[in-house]
């Protein structure tokens, strides 16, 4: 399929197709995410969703979605979506499906699934070369339960069962790396923030077959602590401070598509979220924070 | 938390009661209505020098709660029906190499995702008959904050005693329900500490003594342990000769029916001469019981059986209760699943119905009280 050319964000759909009024929170960086990604997919895809935030997204009789959903368990989403896709290729050499009936096969998963209960069905899934596009949302723990850690969670966050004194002790999981140790068709980082960005990487994703990854942070309001008119804000901070890079894997090679210059100390990130207010009062806690600004300065020093 | 009065939900209850158990072990995964058990573990733990872990999933879960238990530390987990449903095979596991573990299941409308938020008595089934094979178990239903907590302690005990995994069902309303209870001091309670083998020689892991119960062994402890799911031997290696087989299951499916006394939890209220009687359990029995003494001011001879361990069922107890009843109601918010338990224990003689809400919201006591009037009117 050909790519569209997003040269500037004019040339962004100006219609969107996800509607409005969901039940997600207010300021959901996901839902952000998964509006923006839909204007690219457009509405012959099928989103196979994992339980999460998301799975409350349509409410009968009213649903956001212009085309079809299907719920799976949390663990097979990448499962269901091979069931999908292989019933669709069925009924499409049979001549059931009309050729312009493009359907794009999306699984919808939070942080939960995506990088922790449904890693072996996504292992699985790549394995067998299944036509998909993984559309992750990643606001860095289980927050339709209450913002538990995940394996997504980063290190010094609060959480609902993480509370000690420093927050996370392990390290957020590297999903984009895993995938890439996978070799997909596709993978790239993306952040609702950077709609052009977004844009380019899904559109791309789109004109792949194979396994796909679009892997989104998503800043979380209710989980995260802040006020939800500041989702943008704190996108733009996680990829200014280098905290969250945007990159892509293409053609064997892991590109960047944002290099912060220069880049802000990560302080100026972690002080805009309630998660990492222990890390800042009574006192700073000048170890974790040096450990966080440490991790990102080894990430680029690595990259550049 | 110390001793004396406090005021708490269930799920905290729940996570005290096992802490006071000498539960020192939990592994969870996040799922309403049920997460508060596990954050409470998370920051109740490490005060007690135990460890919470919140694990990949919910199959995860539960083995890492059999390998703390086997490894010699009293262990738990936490989680509602779609959780429950992928725990099912470890509980196999646990009930097929006798490992003792706690497992509390805060019921929701299912199936499937079904309606996370909204309470629901629909896993006593599943709760029974969840994992594959005829398996020993025990599950407890305890309908108030404060029962939450004592049938919790009381779960990790039956536990370790006869080392099955027990299940403490709940319901969402209980679970978020706050209510007043007193919390025991510290040494007073009767806990049961499970029998350890005692390092002969001859040891056998499965050959059990009069009582059915094998004595338990773990690493480090100077035994090589073995721990298998396949059939087993006394010696606790595989075996498919019938004669064996035969003759380890019959103890293992008969371990509990020795100790139906100690096991079989149960109350009456009115039941001597109960010609119209309520069997009712967890937050249902509640309305049950408001309902009962409603129709007893009417004049009509009602009376409430709340079976607190639903598995094995306290079968003579009930019939004892149901001996002057002409007509049984058994209110649960499902599609109808101990009645059928209740019919098969009643004589033949009693009319057996259910009264059933599966729209995610408890019964009422008006909804029971107008059943009984019409049962009593129709007798």
Redesign the interface.
């Given at each position: 399929m050909k790519e569209p050319m997003y040269k500037s964000a004019r040339d962004l759909p100006s219609a969107h197709l996800l509607g409005a009024g969901t039940a997600m929170c207010a300021g959901c960086g996901g839902l952000e995410v998964v509006r923006e990604a839909y204007d690219v997919l457009g509405e012959n895809t099928v989103f196979v969703n994992a339980a999460g935030c998301m799975t409350l997204m349509s409410v009968y009789p009213f649903t956001p979605f212009r085309g079809s959903w299907l719920y799976t368990a949390m663990a097979s989403a990448p499962a269901g979506a091979q069931g999908v896709r292989d019933a669709l290729d069925i009924r499409r050499a049979k001549g059931e499906l009309e050729a312009g009936d493009d359907l794009e096969v999306v699984v919808l998963t939070g942080d939960g699934a995506g990088y922790g209960m449904g890693l072996s069905a996504t292992s699985a899934a790549i394995d067998r070369g299944l036509d998909f596009l993984y559309l992750c949302y990643d606001n860095e723990g289980y927050g339709n339960t209450g913002q538990q850690t995940s394996p997504a969670t980063p290190h010094g966050a609060r959480t609902a069962t993480d509370g000690a004194l420093a927050g996370v002790a392990g390290e957020k999981k590297d999903l984009f790396g895993i995938w890439v140790a996978n070799r997909p068709t596709y993978a790239a980082t993306v952040v609702g923030s950077e709609p052009l960005d977004l844009a380019r990487k899904v559109a791309r994703a789109k004109s792949r077959s194979g396994p796909r990854l679009i892997l989104a942070l998503a800043p979380c309001p209710t989980g995260w602590g802040f006020e939800p008119s500041e989702t943008v804000a704190i996108g733009h901070l996680a990829v200014r401070t280098g905290i969250w890079p945007l990159k892509e894997y293409v053609d064997g090679r892991v590109e960047h598509t944002r290099r912060p210059h220069p880049r802000l100390p990560v302080t100026d990130y972690l002080k805009t979220q309630a998660r990492f207010a222990h890390l800042f009062e009574p006192e700073p806690n000048e170890q974790v924070l040096a450990e966080i600004q440490a991790s990102v300065d080894a990430y680029w020093d690595a990259v550049e | 938390m110390t001793a004396g009065m406090a005021n708490l939900h269930g799920n905290h209850a729940c996570a005290l009661g096992a802490i006071a158990a000498g539960c020192r072990f939990f592994a969870g995964?996040?799922?309403?209505p049920s997460?508060e058990i596990?954050?409470r573990m998370?920051?109740e733990l490490?005060l007690v020098g135990g460890t919470?872990v919140?694990m990949?999933?919910e199959i995860a879960s539960m083995a890492a709660v059999l390998g703390a238990s086997a490894g010699g530390v009293k262990s738990m987990t936490a989680t509602s029906g779609?959780g429950f449903s992928?725990k099912q095979e470890n509980i196999g596991l646990a009930s097929m190499a006798e490992i003792p573990c706690v497992i509390a299941n805060v019921m929701r409308g299912g199936p499937?995702?079904g309606m996370p938020t909204r309470p629901a008595q629909s896993d006593i089934m599943q709760a029974r008959w969840g994992s594959h094979g005829d398996h020993p178990l025990i599950a407890l239903a305890p309908a108030s904050v404060k029962e939450i907590h004592d049938q919790t302690i009381r779960a990790f005990n039956l536990s370790e005693r006869y080392r099955v995994p027990v299940m403490v069902l709940f319901d969402q309303v209980i679970a978020h329900l706050l209510e007043p209870i007193e919390l025991p001091a510290a040494g007073s309670l009767d806990l049961v500490e499970r029998r350890w083998a005692n390092g002969d020689d001859g040891y056998q892991p499965y050959a059990a003594g009069a009582d059915g119960i094998p004595a338990m062994t773990r690493p480090g402890d100077g035994h090589r342990t073995h721990t298998t799911g396949l059939t087993h031997a006394e010696d606790g290696f595989p075996t498919q000769d019938p004669d064996t087989v035969t003759r380890v299951m019959d103890r293992l499916l008969g371990k509990l029916d020795q100790h139906g006394q100690d096991i079989e939890a149960f109350e009456c209220h009115d039941t001597k001469d109960a010609e119209v009687l309520v069997v009712a359990y967890g937050i249902s029995a509640r309305a049950a019981r408001r309902a009962v003494r409603q129709a007893r001011e009417r004049g009509i001879a009602a009376g409430l059986f709340r079976p607190i361990t639903l598995w094995p069922f306290p079968e003579q107890a009930l019939r004892t209760a149901a001996d002057q009843a002409r007509s049984v109601l058994v209110p649960e918010m499902n599609a109808g699943q101990l009645v059928l338990e209740v019919e098969r224990i009643c004589r033949d003689e009693v009319r057996v119905a259910g009264l059933n809400r599966v729209d995610g919201q408890p019964i009422e006591p008006s909804q029971i009280a107008r059943r009984i009037e019409e049962m009593a009117a129709d007798d």
């Open positions: - | 995964y996040p799922i309403t997460s596990a954050e998370s920051r490490p919470f919140q990949e999933d779609p992928l499937s995702t």
